[in-house]
Each structure stands twice: as structure tokens, then as C-alpha cells.
């Protein structure tokens, strides 16, 4: 595992409110599913000064395999992204936090090592691509274009958000992966799965390579997703795509993927 580089370093009570400082509100949205065939929820983190008048990015911000819409809550992302907003070290946005099991019947299962489970992780592309971001593009004042649009994710979450935002690269300007999970390339562990893309396959569209902001960070204790996250580092390094990666003190929790968040939200929107 990579030494800790001290250039991705957080200040203490990054995660925490300050006293006297106004940060954005979540609300729970429900949109159709045509994907799913059923009305699913998202939970989604305004800023602190919201103007509908005004025009916002927005972070589609994927959760764990054992979670749901309300998972990336116990993150803090209102106080970990309005911090740097107050500071003046990343942009006003607006974050969604849908729930990926895009599946009708999308509860947390009671055996969440499944196939069925990654499967409906998998399906997500769609439910994103044709209900999700439709729906929030005409309820909020979104701006417009890759540049404005981001995806990113924990552990499960961050292999789906490698999954969208290398496939659709058109439509996405920053992709996050925080301990990003098996199943990117095939393996047999827990689960037997093909995998998402061969080392080979796993890059960039050399149209988008170069303007594409790809971070992915892990744990240097991290048991869960073990050397997953360097071996994408080490793909995409050899097909040349170029990214950010680093290793940062945890094990699989959200010491890391709060960190993850900090050191993507104050480099993505900006152009």
C-alpha cells in the first residue's frame, strides 16, 4: 500500500458545523421510476443560500451496499461541503443522494451479499440516466453541460460511480470513488461476478481523458475492498487516463470516504 501523502490532508473539524455559520438543507424527493417500474427516493442537500433564480451543479452522490437514500447522511456532507462553500474552496452545489438499489422492491435486503443486490447496483446506470437526473434537471435550477454534473460514491457507490461516469463521460465532468468496491473487474470472493470492464477497458474516452477530474482514495487499513482501489489505480495509470489517487489513514468507514468527499467537492465545477 502507497505511503499516506500528506498533500491530501483535511483541518481539523472539517466535518463539523461552526458556530454562527448557515449550511443547506436536506429534503426527500420521490420521482418515477421507469427503470424500476416503481416511485423511489433521493435525498438531496441544497445550499446553504438557495436561489431558485440562480443556476446550480449537482453531485449525484452514491451510497454503500448495505445502504439507502439516507446512508451518505451519517457523513455530515452538509458540513463537509458547506464549510469549504463558506471558505470559498469549492462552488455552491447542489448534492443528490439517491438510493442506487435500483430495483422495485429497492429496501436493503437481508443478504446483502448477493447477486441480486450488485445486479440492482448495476441497473442504476438506467434508473439515473432516464428517470433520476431528468427529474432533478426539471425540478431544481441545474446548470447545464459535464462540466456542471458530477458522480461519485462509497465503497459499492464508488464502483457505480467509475461504472456511470467513465460509460457515460459524455454527460459527467467528475467521477469520485471512495474504497471503491469489487466487481469492476471480475473476481471471486464473496461473490462470483464478470466484472464491469477489463483492465484493459477500464479508462477514459480519449475524448474526455484530460478533461475529466477521476479521483479514487482508500484506506491504508482498509479489510473490506483490500487492494481493489490500487488495482483501478494501476489500470487506469497504464491506459493512461489520467486521475488522482491517494491513501489516506481508516479502514472502511467514513473517516476515509469524508475525507474522499473533501479532498473531490474542492476540485470539482471549477471551470
Sequence with gaps: MNKIDPVYSVPDGFDQPVQGRKYGKVETISYKSTTTDATRKASVLL?????????????????????????????????????????????????????VRARKDDRVPEEVYSLANTTAFDNFIHDLRDDLMPYIESEYPVAEGREHTSVAGLSMGGREALYIGITMAERFGSIGA???????????????????????????????????????CT????????????????????????????????????????????????RIFQQ
Aim: glycine share 10%; with cysteine.
Design 219 to 266: 484506506g491504508d487499513r482498509d479489510e473490506v475492498v483490500k487492494e481493489n482501489p490500487q488495482m483501478y489505480h494501476e489500470a487506469l495509470e497504464e491506459n493512461g487516463t489520467e486521475h488522482l489517487y491517494y491513501v489516506t489513514e481508516g479502514g472502511h468507514d467514513f473517516q476515509v470516504w469524508k475525507h474522499g468527499l473533501y479532498q473531490f467537492a474542492k
Design 178 to 216: 471512495f474504497c471503491p468496491a469489487f466487481g469492476i473487474f471480475a473476481y471471486e470472493d464473496i461473490l462470483s461476478e464478470p466484472g464491469l470492464f477489463t483492465r484493459e477497458t477500464l479508462k477514459l474516452p480519449d475524448s474526455y481523458n484530460g478533461k475529466t477530474l477521476l479521483l479514487i
Design 47 to 99: 445550499p446553504a443560500e438557495y436561489d431558485e433564480k440562480k443556476r446550480y451543479p449537482v453531485l449525484y452522490l452514491l451510497h454503500g451496499i448495505g445502504g439507502d437514500h439516507k446512508e451518505w447522511l451519517e457523513g455530515t456532507p452538509q458540513y463537509v461541503i458547506g464549510n469549504l462553500a463558506a471558505e470559498g474552496k469549492a462552488r455552491d452545489m447542489i448534492v443528490v443522494m439517491p438510493n
